[in-house]
């Protein structure tokens, strides 16, 4: 069950990490008007959240809410990608009991819960993307691309 967790997170950062590579610069910040988004802001949020977990998992207190917003990672798709490879490799940790703060609260969870939350978040991202590259006509995606992957086995067995 661990592996596969860690396994399904990895593929989803990997899969984010192909499109960051192969998108151009003018695609990373192009700014949807209706929604006043980028690319580049949907990564940066989604890599600021996996970057707490680690960076916080020592003090056994997570806040998602501490995120540093750096616009770099919205700007420089070179240092997105290399923040991917650096969450990659940092993210296997054991499974240990955590306090999640938000605002005035507090609630007992687990590494292993927030890196299942992690990955759904990555997908619900993922899945936000899709339009904003349609939009530009420029770079195709997997046609899974942003699916869970009960989602993805749903549409194999009805074909």
Not at 69 to 81: C, K, N, P, T, V
Not at 85 to 97: C, N, Q
Request: proline fraction near 2%.
């Amino acid at each position: 069950m661990e592996n596969n967790l860690y396994n399904q997170v990895k593929t989803h950062l990997y899969e984010l990490q192909k499109l960051i590579v192969h998108m151009s610069d003018e695609a990373y910040v192009y700014t949807d008007q209706l929604n006043d988004a980028s690319v580049g802001k949907h990564i940066r949020h989604t890599l600021e959240i996996f970057d707490l977990l680690v960076a916080q998992y020592d003090s056994g207190v997570i806040n998602y809410e501490k995120r540093q917003r750096d616009a770099q990672l919205e700007l420089d798709r070179d240092f997105a990608s290399q923040k991917v490879t650096e969450l990659i490799t940092s993210l296997r940790r054991p499974d240990k009991l955590l306090i999640l703060e938000f605002e005035d609260c507090q609630v007992n969870t687990s590494y292993h819960r927030e890196l299942l939350y992690q990955l759904e978040h990555i997908i619900h991202h993922n899945a936000i993307l899709v339009p904003l590259l349609r939009q530009q006509k420029e770079l195709q995606v997997s046609s899974t691309f942003g699916f869970a992957p009960s989602t993805i086995r749903h549409q194999q067995k009805i074909q």
